[in-house]
């Protein structure tokens, strides 16, 4: 039964760790109808390069679907980050009664405790635009989650964010 449930709570963060937390904030003073083109001013670097590459398409389709191109002088200059942290987490699991060796007619007993360490590793990716007539930031996205083990759901997982981070893109749209 313990591992059963201690199972069944790491389903539960594993299931958690799969969706980016994804924040976006904008200039509410940046005209984003009159911008039509962008370049990059800053490709993101820091982890495999086939995931950096997902990363740029992926920008790059979501713009373009917006209707923006790219040209060398655009109207907005992306700049993107990577970055990875490791991280930890302690879990300790509680069974028995809590009561201790004592208690009336056989109820108590001893309680014990399951303590598991999870090491795992975070990624965020920051996008940046700013307006290259003014030389000022206009938009900032971020999404932040677990890094999975599978290329497959690194992915997966860089789309989901990609997603998020550009559903209401531009602002008031």
């Not at 994804?22 to 003073?29: A, C, E, G, N, R």
């Not at 373009?64 to 040209?71: A, L, P, V």
């Not at 932040?144 to 997982?157: I, M, Q, R």
């Amino acid at each position: 039964m313990k591992s059963i449930a201690m199972a069944f709570v790491l389903l539960l963060l594993a299931g958690c760790a799969s969706t980016p937390t994804v924040t976006t904030d904008h200039d509410p003073s940046a005209q984003f109808g009159s911008y039509k083109t962008y370049y990059w001013a800053r490709k993101p670097e820091g982890s495999s390069p086939l995931v950096t590459q997902r990363i740029v398409e992926g920008i790059d389709a979501r713009l373009q679907s917006k209707g923006w191109t790219q040209e060398p002088d655009g109207d907005v200059a992306l700049v993107a980050n990577i970055s990875r942290a490791q991280q930890q987490s302690i879990d300790t699991f509680y069974s028995g009664t809590g009561m201790g060796g004592w208690g009336y007619r056989g109820w108590g007993g001893m309680g014990s405790a399951t303590t598991t360490v999870r090491n795992y590793t975070v990624g965020t990716l920051v996008v940046d635009m700013f307006d290259t007539r003014t030389k000022q930031a206009v938009w900032r996205g971020s999404a932040s989650g677990t890094v999975p083990n599978s290329p497959e759901k690194v992915d997966a997982a860089v789309t989901a964010g990609l997603d998020k981070m550009f559903a209401n893109f531009p602002p008031g749209s």
